[in-house]
């Protein structure tokens, strides 16, 4: 099994539709993200979370929410699905940095593409 | 804020070497990453630098200048295999923790 699993991988659904994507991981991490990824945009930071009760924004929330439902799921959740939020969602986790210096590295699920007719 | 520059797409011939740039400007720099991502896969992790200087590992060096803001992925004996998305992230001081800022990536075209 993957150590981080992202479901679904894809995903069609129609404008006003609410939609939940979920992420799992058997790493132990404390710190879990989502991104999103648009062509030539790179990846974003949606959401993130560094632990059960402590959740914050990214560059790009609006739009969207987060649940973290415990230490090895965090779920992403569009309300109310707009076109422009068709993109490849990816889910990720880390460790904490070690030592303020040290390298905190990402392990990112296989992603979710959501396309928003 | 962060703002990170990459080139957006570079092509090489196999067996080549190939240098991939990334320039940065950040508020309390705390490392930089470089990550690779295959087409429609997930990005994984290549390398971190947090100090000045060269990190070599097999094929791939990654190179970082904190004075000039300043970081390169050198890639040697190219591969196919090795057509890929680099993403190139910055880690500042973002209320302390720490969250890489990712730059829009380079897409590297190997042929034969």
């Known amino acids: 099994d993957a150590d981080v699993t992202q479901t679904p991988r894809n995903r069609i659904t129609k404008t006003g539709k609410r939609i939940m994507l979920e992420c799992s991981q058997t790493?132990?991490?404390?710190?879990m993200y989502w991104y999103r990824q648009d062509p030539g945009l790179g990846l974003r930071l949606i959401y993130y979370?560094?632990?059960?009760?402590?959740?914050n924004k990214g560059e790009i929330s609006d739009g969207y929410s987060v649940s973290r439902q415990a230490q090895a799921k965090f779920s992403l959740s569009l309300e109310s699905a707009i076109p422009n939020q068709t993109a490849l969602y990816f889910c990720?986790?880390?460790?904490?940095?070690?030592?303020?210096?040290?390298?905190?590295?990402?392990?990112f699920g296989a992603g979710s593409r959501l396309t928003v007719l | 804020g962060q703002n990170i520059d990459q080139p957006t797409e570079m092509t090489a011939t196999e067996g080549a070497i190939v240098q991939i740039n990334c320039t940065y400007q950040?508020?309390?720099?705390?490392?930089l990453f470089w990550y690779q991502q295959h087409a429609g896969e997930a990005p994984t992790f290549l390398s971190y630098?947090?100090?000045?200087g060269l990190e070599e590992k097999g094929r791939f060096s990654s190179f970082l200048s904190r004075s000039k803001g300043y970081s390169y992925l050198l890639l040697k004996e190219l591969q196919m295999k090795d057509s890929a998305s680099y993403l190139c992230?910055?880690?500042?001081?973002?209320?302390?923790?720490?969250?890489?800022?990712f730059g829009r990536g380079t897409s590297l075209i190997v042929h034969p």
């Open positions: 979370s560094f632990d059960v009760k402590d959740i």
């Open positions: 630098n947090v100090l000045d």
């Open positions: 992230a910055v880690r500042g001081d973002r209320r302390g923790s720490y969250i890489p800022t």
């Open positions: 990720a986790t880390s460790d904490l940095p070690t030592q303020g210096t040290g390298a905190n590295v990402l392990t």
């Open positions: 790493k132990g991490h404390d710190r």
């Open positions: 950040t508020s309390g720099f705390n490392g």
